[in-house]
Antibody, heavy 118, light 108 residues
Framework: QVQLVQSGAEVKKPGASVKVSCKAS????????INWVRQATGQGLEWMGW????????GYAQKFQGRVTMTRNTSISTAYMELSSLRSEDTAVYYC???????????WGQGTLVTVSS | SSELTQDPAVSVALGQTVRITCQGD??????ASWYQQKPGQAPVLVIY???NRPSGIPDRFSGSSSGNTASLTITGAQAEDEADYYC???????????FGGGTKLTVL
């Protein structure tokens, strides 16, 4: 069965960077895009960007341009999302999601809580 | 601010029909998908494309679209349908995704 398993919770100081991993199993990793979506506590979903694991091509929401980097390691079927220059407003649960398209996210990871606090 | 607008909250009596709407200019060009999210859980895709349900999603969930408005209809709402619902589509550029602000559905 398709599974996306994310890395554990992180606590970071303002200005630092965080790198969240998303390990895929149960399907061919390079056949579907990986999208990243975040959700602050009590707030809605926010789309951050996508990555094609086959080509490495990416597309980022304008809000995160220059601060986010999405990469992958195809040998271990794992996608990564790195967010830099963290601020308190970046405190949120970060999800990876498999996407046949950016509007069809059919399988989601369990989420990774990133807390930014001094 | 989101390019897709949803009502913050909607309620429905048990067994009745409810429609949750999503408005945005990009919906004139692109379909919306819909996600259900229960507290403490990851979102679950319930409708995508013109009106497609992933395997395991009950057929009481359906989707439709007209002009700049996409709708999710639950016909015969059940207690377990109480959740937050989010629409998702492309932004006005067509190159990026965007979510609506979410609708909290209460089943009375």
């Amino acid at each position: 069965q398709v599974q996306l398993v994310q890395s554990g919770a992180e606590v970071k100081k303002p200005g630092a960077s965080v790198k969240v991993s998303c390990k895929a199993s149960g399907y061919t990793f390079t056949s579907y895009d990986i999208n990243w979506v975040r959700q602050a506590t009590g707030q809605g979903l926010e789309w951050m960007g996508w990555m094609n694991p086959n080509s490495g091509n990416t597309g980022y929401a304008q809000k995160f341009q220059g601060r986010v980097t999405m990469t992958r390691n195809t040998s271990i079927s794992t996608a990564y999302m790195e967010l830099s220059s963290l601020r308190s407003e970046d405190t949120a649960v970060y999800y990876c999601a498999r996407g046949p398209s950016i509007t069809t996210l059919d399988y989601w990871g369990q989420g990774t809580l990133v807390t930014v606090s001094s | 601010s989101s390019e897709l607008t949803q009502d913050p909250a909607v309620s429905v009596a048990l067994g009745q029909t409810v429609r949750i709407t999503c408005q945005g200019d990009s919906l004139r060009s692109y379909y919306a998908s819909w996600y259900q999210q229960k507290p403490g859980q990851a979102p679950v895709l319930v409708i995508y494309g013109k009106n497609n349900r992933p395997s395991g999603i009950p057929d009481r969930f359906s989707g439709s679209s007209s002009g700049n408005t996409a709708s999710l209809t639950i016909t015969g709402a059940q207690a377990e349908d109480e959740a937050d619902y989010y629409c998702n589509s492309r932004d006005s550029s067509g190159n990026h995704g965007v979510f609506g602000g979410g609708t909290k559905l209460t089943v009375l």
